[in-house]
């Protein structure tokens, strides 16, 4: 389970350890998971933040200090920078000392990655570039594409000079600086964590490092920003090849009849062992995502990496096939009950969630009457309803179930009297139970 964030609503205007007369003006791009934490936080420590959007109902939601997403205290501290003026949003940027860009970046169909968010948020900045600003890309992005939002700024500002063209005395510096935050704990890791900060020259990288030392405690490390990018990709797809690992073990250690989770405890009693948790599958915008950045960039050469993505993206039709061995078992069309929808405990993101993947497919192949329990929300996607989902309450859902799926360890979930589960069909796909 998450710790409780313990943030104190002006912790980040407490750290505050180094002002910048130089940065006055912030001016963050892409007001998601990321871009508006980050924002609060700065405004928190006592810059004029500009959030831009081109959300309009995220953009008005904000400016009434309400945040569109949910995070521990983030509805706290943006009610404050927004009443004390600090924040305000935007759907068009204007001019700013500094510039963060925090938009997606998806992949295409075929897993190439799509930079149409960069491109839009560089061409809609570079009318606000003035000589000695800092753009800061945080996205988390292909190798590469740090100096191609330069070249989109430099083809937008022929007027201006870019760090690709004169090196360190380039009007505008520009700098790659990958967010590493934890959904559920970003209010405590943006200003806990250390940084990587990657500049197309070294001069940029410092003055990327000069407005982060304002609101974090942890330290910033310079380099370049392809090792920047690469560094990001490198730390997601390791967790992508660990799990992928615990997720293999779960399937040959159901066939050789072996409890995993069990197997995992001993061998990790190992000093110098480690290994993480089995599950429904990988989700989530981050580890499910970017390693697909890797082997896009060299598909000979990363071969682990694929497979790593294969065995978890494998992971939800080997738990469809065990849950359709149930509804064989109990005969007739048994209720489903599918706790949780989100890609992982505590948190209300479905984003490339192998949980609602899963409850998704069971309704479409009527394999029962199908009931979905996410206590992060309160209406069902259109997805789950199209296919004959209902949203059910807890309680409600294990009373009436046959087959009890759990796919995400919320911490509701783990609370249930063992009694309730008598005599129904069990799948934990966490090792919760
Ligand atoms: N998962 C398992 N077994 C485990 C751990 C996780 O199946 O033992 C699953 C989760 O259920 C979930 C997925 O992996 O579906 C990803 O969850 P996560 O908690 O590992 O990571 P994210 O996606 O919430 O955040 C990751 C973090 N990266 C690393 O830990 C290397 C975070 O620090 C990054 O900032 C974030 O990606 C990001 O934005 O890239």
Redesign the pocket.
Known sequence: MLDTPKMHLHDAAKVVKFTDPAFQKLAVVGLGYIGLPTAAVFADAGLNVLGVDVNPAAVDSINAGQPHIVEPNLDRLLQTVVENKNLRASLKAEEADAFIVAVPTPFKDDHVPDLKYIEAAARDIASSLRPGNLVILES?IPVGATEKMAAWLAEERPDLTFPQQVGETSDIRIAHCP?????GRILIEVIENDRVVGGMTRRCAERAADLYKMVIRGNCHITEARTAEMA?LT??A??DVN?AF?NELSLICDRMEIDVWDLIKMANLHPRVNI????PG???H??AV?PWFIVDSAPDLAKMIHTARTVNDGKPEWVISKVLDAVTECGGKPTIACLGLA??PNVDDLRES?ALAITEKLGKLGAGNVLAVEPHIHELPTELTDANVSLADFDEAIATADIVLLLVDHAQFLKVERSALDGKIIIDTRGAW
Do not use: H, S, Y
């Open positions: 988390t967010e590493r935050v934890l959904p990001k730390e997601n390791f967790r799990i615990a993480l948790q089995p599950g990988v989700g989530g981050c580890i970017d890609f992982k192998p």
